[in-house]
């Protein structure tokens, strides 16, 4: 398709701004901008865009490829010349005509800046209310903290009740009462975990990153203290907790946070896993590297495809999870994740069912 060939004759401000136009305007292809005066606003914007400047009209207007001149200088004078050199085919917009042109680029102008004054208007009031509910989430989080932490008392005192019964201090219990006993004492313990990791996600959801303390430690400490702290749960399902040999290692962490992180994974791949299996523990750090990859490896019962993405969900339990293992919040892996995106990382995991599990997070090397 031909493009309309344009001569802009006046270059001061209206000549400008009809320039500016048409060099927004597709199809189109200005040939010459004319004025008598060099500096003028038009002439420098068209030098700016490579467009041929003249000091005289009759050039640019004679010219035969020209099809449109745009007249911008107000004067009659001008104009009258323009329609005696110009040739037969070129049709000419006058500045009366042109004065229309300017009067709805002006209207065009305030709908934009209004629209604009709107837009600003309404991210400002989002940005407001996104802070309201910010505040609100907080709020709700240090209500939830305290609730389940005055929750923690009561549960405690009913646990050590049902101890003293157990115990036999309120004298000798039916086996029928002594069986319920014992019931509610486990009833007991399986609350008192849930409101412990209610309050730790409460309160890992309402920490600043600034109040943490960040440290460096051992990770070959932190390690140990997981595997002694399980050492009694895995020998009682007689399954091998094993740490692969790495060398003395420095990590960046909060120590306590790290200990949660990897005792949530050592204590679902126990869990999970049948008696007698083995559950790994590893961290290697390629040659050079600022990180070092911690993983934990089972041999359990491992999750199918279509829940992976779920299991750090809070309060997500897969119902096979729930077979082996019927006491559980699903809170775990939810607290996990918190932790390690404190740490700038993720919770990776590798699973299929029957194949086992591989959980593993990344650690900045001190
Ligand atoms: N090593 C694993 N092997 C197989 N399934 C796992 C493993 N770790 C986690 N899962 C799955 O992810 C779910 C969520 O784990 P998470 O630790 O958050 O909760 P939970 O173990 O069910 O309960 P709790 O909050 O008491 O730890 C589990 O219920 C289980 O379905
Ligand atoms: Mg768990």
């Known amino acids: 398709m031909k493009k309309d060939a344009i001569a802009v004759v006046g270059a001061g ?8 136009t ?4 597709p199809d189109i292809v200005i040939l010459h901008v ?27 207007c004679r010219d035969p490829k020209v099809d449109l001149i745009f007249e911008a200088t107000g004067l009659k ?15 000419v917009i006058g500045a ?7 009067h709805l680029l002006d209207l065009q102008q305030a709908v934009a800046d209004e629209l604009e004054h709107r837009v600003h208007k309404r991210t400002r ?19 939830l903290m305290h609730a389940t932490h005055q929750l923690k008392a009561p549960f405690a005192a009913i646990q050590s009740y049902t101890d003293i019964l157990l115990d036999g201090y ?13 019931k509610v004492k486990q009833r007991c313990v399986l609350l008192s975990n849930s409101i412990k990791e209610m309050l730790e996600l409460a309160n890992l959801k309402s920490l600043v990153r600034e109040n943490v303390k960040m440290e460096a430690m051992s990770l070959n400490g932190v390690v140990a203290s997981v595997v002694k702290h399980f050492a009694d749960l895995a020998a009682s399902r007689r399954i091998r907790l094993a740490v692969e040999p790495f060398p003395e290692t420095c990590v960046v962490g909060n120590r306590n946070q790290l200990l949660i992180l990897l005792s949530t994974l050592v204590e679902n791949a126990i869990h999970y896993s049948p008696d007698g299996s083995e559950v790994r523990i590893a961290a290697a750090a390629p040659p050079g590297s600022a990180e070092i990859r911690v993983s934990v490896r089972d041999q359990g019962i491992g999750i199918k495809q279509e829940h992976l993405g779920r299991i750090f969900d809070e309060y997500f339990r897969a119902n096979e999870a729930v077979t082996v293992h019927e006491q559980g919040t699903g809170l775990g892996l939810a607290i996990a994740k918190e932790i390690a995106a404190f740490h700038g990382t993720t919770v990776e995991v590798e699973s299929a069912p029957g194949r086992g599990s591989v959980f593993a997070f990344r650690l900045i090397l001190a």
């Open 22 to 25: 048409l060099l927004k305007m």
């Open 96 to 102: 009366l005509d042109a004065k229309i042109i300017f």
């Open 13 to 20: 401000k209206g000549g400008a701004a009809i320039l500016e």
């Open 125 to 143: 009031e989002l940005a407001e209310a996104n802070e309201k509910l910010e505040q609100i989430n907080n709020e709700k989080t240090r209500y």
């Open 170 to 182: 309120g004298g000798t219990l039916e086996p029928q009462t002594r069986d319920i006993v014992r």
């Open 34 to 60: 004319c004025d008598p005066l060099p500096d003028a606003p038009g002439m420098k914007l068209a030098r700016e865009h490579g467009i041929p400047c003249r000091d005289d009209l009759e050039h640019a």
């Open 77 to 91: 004078a001008v104009y009258d010349r323009i329609l005696t050199v110009k040739q037969p085919h070129a049709r």
